[in-house]
């Protein structure tokens, strides 16, 4: 017998899985797309928990599961998923800029504003990178500070150096990123 998929109106699904930077709770919204990724140490309260479950069989969660699965062990270098932002239109444009940030490459947030056409909004594209709602995937991880630094991560800056090291592994590049 296959586990049966339902999906209530205003609900959204979700599944864990374990990855080499911690458990993640994938989550999809009713319009089967997914809206974020949680980390282990996240507040497990997305929008509101009376809207949330877990489920065994769910397409969108189990794409993002394979996906990712394919990511850490190399075998993937872009993403193929259905994304629904749930932010203000500023955070989304950052989140798009985001996604066009090749594997193993990174960008700075002065970078990032000026690409969205806001040069002056250094700030508020970090407070917006911090706060996308689909890490790994919309690869936050591959903003850095202008001195070339790792600078704030809502994974950790362990997960952020592992994250950068595997794609720059996967690229050729030597260079590996530390802490220090």
Not at 71 to 87: A, T
Not at 97 to 103: D, G, Q, S, V
């Amino acid at each position: 017998m296959y586990p049966i998929y339902v999906q209530m109106k205003n609900n959204y699904s979700t599944k864990t899985m374990d990855s080499p930077v911690g458990r993640l709770t994938l989550i999809a919204n009713q319009k089967r797309r997914l809206t974020a990724i949680q980390w282990e140490k996240d507040d497990p309260n997305f929008e509101r928990p009376e809207l949330m479950t877990e489920v065994e069989y769910d397409p969108v969660l189990l794409k993002t599961e394979q996906q990712l699965r394919e990511y850490f062990s190399g075998e993937r270098q872009i993403f193929s998923l259905d994304l629904d932002f749930n932010g203000t239109e500023f955070q989304k444009m950052v989140w798009n800029a985001l996604l066009t940030i090749p594997f193993g490459e990174t960008r700075s947030y002065g970078d990032i504003a000026k690409q969205i056409g806001s040069p002056k909004s250094v700030r508020a594209v970090g407070a917006a990178n911090g706060k996308n709602p689909i890490p790994i995937v919309v690869p936050c991880h591959a903003v850095i500070g202008s001195s070339g630094k790792l600078v704030g991560f809502g994974g950790g800056m362990g997960n952020k150096a592992l994250l950068l090291n595997l794609e720059k592994t996967k690229t050729g590049r030597q260079k590996q990123i530390s802490l220090f």
